[in-house]
């Protein structure tokens, strides 16, 4: 079932990253090939838009006194075939849509003209373009003739030959469809990569999600059945007194004791992976913070005839968390403790080093495996395979103290305390 759903989320972020591509080089394709066209087209539309400026020196049969020379003199009467940009050729319509200067444009385009093409004069001084039956493109504009023109001239057309740059525009159109598909067909592999990429987190938190809703099932489970049967049993003897009763009572307020500290344990890593925890940090002597947070536990351990050392050489101020370090070092301790027997020893030892305080809390008790080093800090771990309650706790405080420290930017690793026991080495920068 669990592959059944991850295969079919992997699938639709393929397909929509798929999509995504192709859409993309779909706009990126529009884009750039309508930007080349109009580069293209663009000087010759230019230079057919200046022609407003010789209307008024028009004359009629095709002539231009005011024309630079070169670009819009009178054509010779034979047959023209327009080549390159800048050439254009100026023709006179009547007002019944004949052509008057035949022989000035030449036989040729006179022919084109008058079998494929109808002079539109609803859009006046705007660039047109036409393709002809013959297959010849061409830009062109249309002016009304000066109101001083005593001919038949009724419009101006000014037109240009442009296949050459039509010819370009669909080459350039043909590579650009090649080049978009061919990146499509590549992009195809690269979606089936990121939506691998893209469902591996996702696929590693769901897992972790659900290893820790069981293992916390599991954790709950077993105190509210101790719980129940230990109650259950409680309502068989009704006329009993409470002191003839003290066993099951006492370890229900034990069990009770164990589901609110795991309760308010999952709440804490609940807000950590909601990354709503703020530090609250303040100016504290490190030697004295430590100390105090030591004391009590001294005779804790003195009453499990195990002994507690310290060597604190982190004689100055800094700013930290006091409430958080105090939880770290109480979860250090308290897992040292107990995972040591009586005549086990121990140690806490501070320092500053390179703006670095770093505190080790070291035992002789059972060790902790090389290859579950890293395990340790996962929720709900214990090394011990059976899952045995008899040292108490949860499994998580070992995952809140690893969260601490990240959330001070530090680093936390377990190392070997020869011949025998764990260090804990902690490094939190400070100030």
């Known amino acids: 079932m669990k592959n059944k759903i991850e295969k079919k989320q992997q699938r639709r972020f393929f397909i929509y990253n798929m999509v995504a591509f192709a859409l993309i080089f779909i706009a990126f394709g529009f884009i750039i090939f309508f930007q080349v066209q109009t580069s293209l087209y663009s000087r010759v539309d230019e ?18 006194s005011g024309a630079p020379p070169g670009e819009l003199s009178r054509l010779p009467d034979k047959d023209v075939t327009l080549k390159g940009q800048g050439r254009f050729v100026p023709i006179e319509w009547d007002s019944e849509g004949n052509i008057l200067n035949k022989e000035a444009i030449g036989t ?59 010819q370009l ?88 004791r164990h589901l609110s500290k795991m309760t308010s344990d999952l709440l804490l890593l609940s807000r950590a992976d909601s990354n709503a925890t703020v530090l609250s940090e303040e100016m504290v002597d490190l030697n004295r913070f430590v100390t105090e947070v030591i004391a009590p536990y001294k005779e804790i351990a003195e009453s499990k005839e195990m002994t507690i050392w310290t060597q604190l050489d982190s004689n100055r101020v800094s700013k930290i968390d006091p409430i958080r370090i105090q939880q770290l070092l109480v979860i250090l301790l308290d897992n040292s403790l107990k995972y040591s027997q009586a005549g086990d020893s121990i140690g806490i030892t501070t320092e500053v080093k390179d703006h670095y305080w770093i505190v080790e809390v070291r035992d002789t008790g059972q060790g902790i495996a090389e290859e579950n080093r890293e395990k340790v800090f996962e929720r709900f771990y214990r090394e011990e395979k059976s899952r045995n309650r008899e040292t108490g706790g949860t499994g998580l405080g070992l995952a809140i103290a690893k969260w601490i420290v990240d959330l001070h930017k530090g680093k936390i690793e377990i190392l070997d305390n020869l011949p025998k026991g764990t260090i804990f080495r902690v490094k939190i920068p400070i100030k």
């Open 47 to 64: 230079d057919l838009l200046k022609q407003a400026e010789l209307r008024g020196s028009f004359e009629p049969n095709g002539a231009f």
């Open 108 to 166: 040729q385009l006179y022919d084109e003209l008058s079998t494929g093409f109808k002079l539109a004069t609803s859009k006046l001084e705007t660039v047109h373009s036409v393709t002809l039956d013959s297959g010849s493109s061409f830009r062109y504009v249309v002016y009304k003739a000066p109101s001083s023109n005593s001919s038949d001239v009724t419009y101006l057309q000014f037109i240009s030959r442009v296949d050459a740059e039509k």
């Open 169 to 256: 525009a669909e080459n350039f159109g043909r590579i650009l469809i090649i080049c978009s598909i061919g990146s499509w067909i590549l992009s195809i592999f690269a979606s089936y990569y990121l939506s691998q990429k893209a469902m591996s987190p996702v696929l590693a938190s769901w897992r972790k999600q659900t290893e820790f809703v069981a293992n916390a099932s599991h954790e709950l489970r077993t105190p509210l059945t101790i719980i129940q049967n230990k109650l259950e049993l409680l309502l068989t003897k009704p006329n009993d007194r409470i002191i003839d009763q003290m066993e099951p009572i006492a370890l229900s307020l034990s069990e009770i």
